[in-house]
């Protein structure tokens, strides 16, 4: 990797937002003064000593709603994509490697899946289900590993190729030793990039579908949802909508200037190690 | 001053600053063809791309001049430089199949210079083009270049791309290895046509070569390059016949010692351990391998000759298990081989190990050099810990790479390297039988020299068996006990190296013998006058 001294601007700025945010995912609500449910104001107050950011259209402390929903965004759209990764990469990997009916059984499930738009297999399921956040978890994680599984696959049979693979297939090895050893070190780079740009996607997602109400339900503060429950404010010129929509607006730049500066010149995959 | 090309203190440095070139000087007279000779990284193609006004990939030209009749590329301006390139000097790449847009026919490639330059009409550009067709010996000139680039063979392609570097009546062509990618006796016939037609339209031109006979046939003059630098420079048969400089003195004698060497090698055989018995093979439905049968004893070399699609390269995908047979069986050591490696025991995958011809491809570019050496040892034999480490020390040893080498990864070695690492990863298993498939021809020609020898020393201490499968005539007259000839799928002839170097039977041995380059600046011309006669 590069030197530190090799870190653009941009890249630099990324890391910022991006440990901004890890910050308040793992000390937002202990930073809050006062509880996301509490009643404390008058409804879309302007902001004053005390609440600097005004209040929402309940008269709840805006800042402590965005500290309280900064846990739930982000955690939401992590253990998506952790969850979309686990179960897409070692299909893609697997599907690489062995060909044949698996592969073809495979994608064209995935095919299938990604032929329908996301937004309305989403809303199907959560209205199907029920909105609770497990299904929320595991529905966005299952119809983002559609993508993943893809990705996989193919960086994967970029590898498999490679004749170190087939030395390793010529010496016996097993699928454990395959997957592991040779083509998951060497599939690492893109993954890595997109894992942040899968990151992004799914916080708005997950914004999108909170917007719509099938997200995360009240009293729970989130992002997208916060941008919803106040939306008329804009009407009459008021602030409140506009904080949580940059909160997600900058979550998404900050990892958007990491993952750019983490691809730039990391494009070349398959290990080429010339 | 009738120099055409004058560099004068030229240096190129990388984006990140690392020089390449140190202060390269050279002159190019009308109608002369200097010849740049050197290893990978010696600096050749980037003199040629520098004489351009170009650098390649980030690098800049960061001193000295480059005056091409009289006017410095180096300091003008970016559309003066791009005036002068492909009109006043024009490139020739060594692998011409990626230098045509496969989506184009020929012709509308190549007569787009001259028309972009606003040099010629498009009537008179396509009649030059059917000119340079004619003169580079192209079937069919009037209507070659309705061809797409897939549907031309490869020594035609690289004709086509010297038409097209013509297209513009270039002062200057700079020939990037133009014949290196290209068989042994489709070469001779490029390089025939491309010194014909540099000397028939008074074109000069810089020859970018690593191979000493190839740049004998064609050059007045030779410089010869190491680490970006000026080695020396002299004509052609002062160079090869009177070499100053020591390093140009190894590559002289290097290159003879190939060239002359007693052919054949005698080893003390012992039983057959390879037998491939009238087996046939194909790809999909396309057969690549008829009827073809072969024995190997134990302790000897055997070469497998043959150009690009002879199919010896399947032979070794066969033998290896990576491809079933259509017809016939593989036996070794007595038994049949099952066809498919996922089918054979662990002990018979380590009998038999294959090493690669891209030693940057053939090892784990996440793996160092001890994981890549101790796998097999723990797979193949079972040692774990100490005794691994100790094990991948003594290979090391016996390949000649330092212990500390073992921490590294392969992005951090050489070429050679890379290849005596493979070497050592095919050791570890301790096979009977080495596959080598091409195994010196991507190495510089002093670092393929090493491997070489080191093969030959392993077989020596170890009574290794190969099978050695090449395109490099040279190689296998140092090494091999026995030659076999093939050619589209069958075997044309096979006999004992000596016998066979000395009185071929075959007419394709004797073209395949013929075709390669002897250090010796008359060759290509004797070869023309045994053929007109």
Known sequence: ?274 | MSDILRIRDLRVATAEGVELLHGVSLDLEKGEILGLIGESGAGKSTIGLASMGYGRGGCRITGGTIELAGKDLASASRPEREAVRGARIAYVAQSAAAAFNPAHRLERQIIEGPLRHGLMTAPEARAWMIELFTALGLPEPETFGRRYPHQVSGGQLQRAMVAMAMSCKPDILVLDEPTTALDVTTQIEVLLLLRETIRKYGTSALYITHDLAVIAQVADRLMVLRHGAEVETGTTEQILSAPREEYTQRLVSERQASLNAEAGAHHRTGEEILRVDHVSAAYGRTPVLHDVDLSVKRGETVAIVGESGSGKSTLARLVSGLLAPSAGQVRFDGEALPESYRKRSPDLLRRIQLIYQLPDVALNPRQTVGETIGRPLETFRGLKGRAQRNEVARLLEMIGLPVEMAARLPGALSGGQKQRVCIARALAAEPDLMICDEVTSALDPLVAEDILRLLRKLQDELGMTYLFITHDLSVVRRLADRTVVMQKGRIVEEADTATLFEAPRDPYTRRLLDSVPQLDRGWLDKVLAARAS
Request: some cysteine; hydrophobic content about 55%.
């Open chain 1, 1 to 274: 990797m590069s030197r530190l001294s090799n870190i653009p601007l941009t890249g630099w700025i990324g890391m910022a937002l991006i440990a901004a945010n890890a910050i308040l995912f793992l000390f937002g609500p202990m930073l809050a003064p006062f509880g996301q449910e509490e009643i404390v104001g008058m409804p879309f107050d302007m902001p004053q000593p005390g609440h600097p950011l005004g209040f929402d259209q309940n008269g709840r402390d805006m800042l402590s709603r965005l500290l309280y929903g900064a846990q739930m965004s982000i955690g939401i759209s992590l253990a998506a994509v952790c969850l979309s990764f686990a179960v897409g990469v070692p299909l893609g990997i697997l599907a690489a490697i062995r060909g044949g009916w698996l592969d073809l059984v495979l994608s064209r499930v995935v095919d299938t899946v990604m032929s329908i738009p996301v937004l309305i297999s989403a809303l199907v399921v959560l209205q199907a289900l029920g909105s609770s956040l497990p299904v929320l978890i595991v529905t966005i994680a299952l119809l983002d590993s559609t993508r993943v599984f893809r990705l996989a696959r193919l960086v994967a049979q970029g590898i498999n190729v490679m004749e170190y693979a087939e030395v390793a297939r010529l010496r016996g090895e097993g699928l454990g030793w395959m997957i592991r050893r040779e083509i998951l070190p060497n599939a690492l780079p893109p993954l890595v990039a997109e894992f942040g740009m899968r990151f992004c996607f799914t916080f708005l997602f997950v914004a999108g579908l909170s917007y719509l109400g099938l997200g995360v339900q009240p009293p729970f503060a989130d992002w997208g949802g916060m941008v919803r429950d106040n939306q008329q404010g804009i009407l009459y010129g008021l602030y409140a909508p506009l904080f949580p929509a940059a909160a997600i607006a900058l979550v998404t730049i900050g990892v958007n200037l990491t993952v750019d500066w983490l691809l730039a010149g990391h494009t070349t995959v398959q290990g080429d190690n010339r």
